[in-house]
């Protein structure tokens, strides 16, 4: 079924879509993207980019990054997360990615249901806006394959977590990595690393 992607939220201005990738995840950075596209842009297979699989998220960026008016990628790392927390980490991320952009936008769109504010710029958040907007969902499109990207290089060093499978999110696998192993120094000291299933009684 073809989705139905809006093209911008307020017509006649420079709306930015943002959202993030790795939220959820035990390791690596919480990666942003903030997208300025023109509103008369559309791709039979963008969507929400957890409902577009990795070959087709791989087709669009650079389709995405070649067709925008602008666009940005902001970064946290896991130490910046267990600093701030991993909600004000996401904003920082935003803040980052909207930083990153040539052109300054007149108002942004954010997906999930808080954000804090950017400078003087008016802002709209949109529970699952990724698959409502296509500003939105072009961004969790960016976020998701240049995180996959971070964490494909640095499963390299530390393969016994299998990172370059479950990208850090909390798997079985990657819990019994971390018991197996221990921590290693992209995990997220401040997230809970082993569920109850397999902790130790002592």
Known sequence: MKNQLAPFLKAGCLEAGCDEAGRGCLAGPVVAAA?????????????????????????????IEEAAIAWGIGMVSN???????????????MHRALDQLKVQPEHLIIDGNRFKKYRTLPHQCIVKGDGKFTSIAAASVLAKTYRDDFMLRIAADYPEYAWDKNKGYPTMAHREAIM???QTPWHRLSFRLLSTQLSFDF
Do not use: C, M, Y
């Open 79 to 93: 130490q910046e997360i267990d600093q701030i927390n991993i909600l004000n980490a996401s904003f920082l991320a």
């Open 180 to 182: 197996a192993h221990g």
């Open 35 to 63: 997208v300025i596209l023109p509103p008369d842009f559309t791709h039979p297979k963008l969507n929400d980019s957890k409902q577009v699989n990795e070959k087709n998220r791989l087709l669009l960026r650079p389709i």
